[in-house]
């Protein structure tokens, strides 16, 4: 297959635009679950901790089957996977609508919507950089916050379905509207060159033609050679009768020296058959040895150890309040009719904008991206402390709006990893990070809803919480200081294609 130079606009603009709405409609429903979490508590009577797993998965299960989904998309195509991805994610959300018990939603909700989510994000980034070069950052961005816009627009309509037709009734409304995925998903044409040359057809001509007769599945060597045999009589004695017979004796001489001569150059394919499976596994041996061993020396540069620890930590502390943060106004009891807008809608529009405004500021070249990311990390820490202090619906909407904006800092994710490990190494680095984030995210509403089962109050979870967060922030920001690389490097010098922040930063 061969590609096109990237356009950098043109349909890839429509890619951009089909790509916003395909996160938009997938993302929406599985980051706004705190709103059917309540219903969920209140239908199946089961504890927090327990109830949190379904949207946990929902969010967790995409990041931890990355590599999974890459290569469905590598294989498959962007078009092919979102389209059935979209049967998936609008099949699990009907489904998840005759849930019988909690169970039944970890795997219609959790697993069938989370695995669509994981290969429709996939798909949408790999189609977008597939025609954008110079302006890929920009695209990516954008449809990027179609995930932001969809929690905040999702709280409230699913809010609103849930007061008219019931949890039944919202979450099947909810899986109609998510079939739009596939019209969006049939707009997503691939980046192929109309004008490539076709197959050459000489190939096959330059096979010998013994190779033909030794390959076939439904025929054995001696088989072929007797048609062979008789073919070859059987036309000598329609053209010159008196000569069939004295051909035949010829016939049988030359076959018979044809059969061992053919019998061997059939061994000796199988033996190179058999030469050549045993390399392929051996390569792919090798292939596997490699990634390992470069895994290992990714996890000796100590900088991207801290930043592995630091995600896991924050996906664990900081992803649960944009779950549980409903019904952590619920448990300080809060009017209803004191909402002016959806604590989970805050977080989303404000995840929005931070983005932008960080992914903005990551693009100065005096931003150092590494300790805005620290920053991000360490404010997140505090927010969550300050959490159980808040006892009315303005507080906690200032905090909700304060850790939106700091969970924005995902758009700065990628260029934090870039000046830590150099680009050279962004790929395998990077599946390895968002393998741990997924972690994070499907491990932090649970652990947070078993800590009030057991305390009955939220004050010592979202403590936990800010403690995990604020300590993953100190581990990278002492990884990353200047003084400690310079001790490491007198000490002990790294070890091949090993990187410090210091030296990837200036690449």
């Not at 429903?29 to 379904?54: N, Q, R």
């Not at 004695?237 to 053919?262: A, F, G, H, W």
């Not at 930590?313 to 448990?331: N, T």
Request: aromatic share 14%.
């Amino acid at each position: 297959m061969v590609f096109r130079k990237p356009p950098d606009g043109g349909w890839g603009w429509v890619i951009v635009l089909v790509s916003f709405f395909t996160q938009f409609l997938c993302y929406g429903s599985p980051l706004a679950v705190g709103v059917l979490y309540l219903e969920w508590l209140d239908a199946f009577g089961e504890g927090k901790g327990k109830t949190a797993w379904v949207g946990s998965l929902a969010n967790g299960i995409g990041l931890l089957a990355s590599p999974v989904c890459s290569i469905c998309v590598s294989s498959f195509g962007a078009r092919p996977v979102a389209i059935f991805s979209g049967f998936m994610v609008a099949g699990g959300l009907m489904m998840s609508s005759f849930a019988p018990n909690i169970y039944f939603l970890y795997v219609s909700y959790g697993i069938v919507v989370g695995l669509g989510c994981g290969l429709l994000y996939t798909a949408t980034v790999t189609i977008t950089c597939q025609y954008f070069d110079k302006r890929r950052g920009l695209a990516l961005g954008l449809i990027s916050t179609g995930s932001s816009v969809g929690l905040f627009i999702y709280a409230a309509l699913q809010r609103e379905l849930i007061e008219l037709y019931g949890l039944d009734g919202c979450l099947l409304i909810v899986g109609a509207l998510s079939l739009n995925i596939l019209a969006c998903g049939s707009l997503m044409r691939p980046l192929e060159s109309s004008s490539s040359p076709p197959p050459e057809k000489t190939c096959v001509d330059k096979v010998p033609d013994q190779y033909f007769v030794y390959h076939e599945k439904e025929k054995t060597v001696e088989e072929n050679i007797s048609i062979l045999e008789k073919g070859y009589i059987d036309e000598k004695c329609v053209n010159n009768v008196p000569d069939c017979k004295q051909d035949n004796i010829l016939n049988k001489n030359v076959l018979s020296s044809i059969n061992v001569n053919e019998k061997d150059t059939y061994k000796k394919k199988v033996v190179e058959q058999t030469n050549f499976c045993k390399q392929l596994a051996k390569r792919k041996w090798q292939l596997y040895l490699t990634y390992w061993k470069e895994t290992m020396v990714l996890f000796k540069n100590k900088v991207f150890s801290a930043l592995f620890v630091a995600i896991l930590l924050f996906d664990i502390g900081g992803f649960p309040p944009s779950l549980l943060m409903e019904d952590v106004a619920r448990s300080a009891n809060i009017n209803e009719d004191d909402y002016y807008m959806p604590l989970i809608s805050i977080i989303g529009i404000m995840t929005t904008v931070g983005k932008l405004i960080l992914g903005i500021l990551a693009d100065f070249k005096w931003v150092n991206t590494l300790y805005l990311y620290v920053t991000t990390l360490l404010m997140t820490g505090v927010a969550l402390f300050a959490i159980p202090f808040a006892k009315s619906y303005l507080t906690l909407a200032m905090l909700s709006g304060i850790l939106g904006f700091l969970t924005g800092n995902w758009s700065i994710f990628p260029y934090v990893t870039t000046k830590t490990v150099g680009i050279e190494k962004l790929t395998h680095a990077y599946g390895i990070l968002m393998f741990f984030a997924g972690l994070g995210n499907s491990l932090g509403p649970p652990i947070v809803g078993w800590f009030y089962d057991w305390t009955q109050e939220y004050d010592t979870a979202f403590y936990f919480s800010g403690f995990c967060v604020l300590l993953g922030g100190f581990l990278l920001l002492l990884a990353a200081l200047p003084c400690w690389n310079a001790c490491t490097n007198q000490s002990s010098k790294l070890p091949p294609n090993t990187y410090s922040y210091k030296v990837a930063s200036s690449a």
